[in-house]
C-alpha cells in the first residue's frame, strides 16, 4: 500500500467518525489558547513517542481523565500516589519517564506562566525560530521533548504553520506563522 503524501492525504479517505478525521478537522494546526490545553497537547506528543498516533487518538479521553482534565496546578503537585495511580491506569501509556516528565513540564509552564503571563505567551514571546532553535530551546526547558516531539507540538497547537497542506480545506486553519 502506498503511503499517503500527507496527514491531509490521509484523513481525506477516512469515515467522519474515524479519530484521525475528527482530529485532523477539529484540532491539528488550530490555535490553542487555553494553557492548560496546550499542556495536554504536550501530553500527548510526549507519550506518542515510540508509539502510534492512532493509539494516542484512542487514549486520548483517558489521558485528560486521568491528568485531572490538564489542569496544571494539580499535576504539578503529583506526588507518588499519582504516580502509582498513573502506572496502574489501562487506560493511558504507563510509562514513568513519560509520567515523571508530566509533572515536571506542568511546573515549568506555571514558572513560565509567572515569567510571562502565560504558557501561550511564551511561545509567542520566542518569536520566529527554525526548527533547530525550537528543539533546542523545548529540550532546555522541558522534559522528554525531542525534534519530532517539538515539531508536532507546535503544529498541532498552530504556533507553526504546516499542519496542513495546499489543497486541504483547512490549510487556512492555522498561524500565519511559517515553518523555516
Known sequence: MEKPASYCAFVAKLPASNVHRVYHDTQYGFPVESDDELFGRLILEINQAGLSWDTILNKQHHFRKAYDGYDLQRVATYGDADIDRLMSDAGIVRNRLKIHAAIFNAQKILQLQDESGSFRNWLSDQGKLDVRAWVALFKRTFKFTGGEITREFLMST??????????CPLYDAGSDLQLK
Open 158 to 167: 498552530g504556533h507553526i504553520h504546516g499542519a496542513h497542506v495546499e489543497g
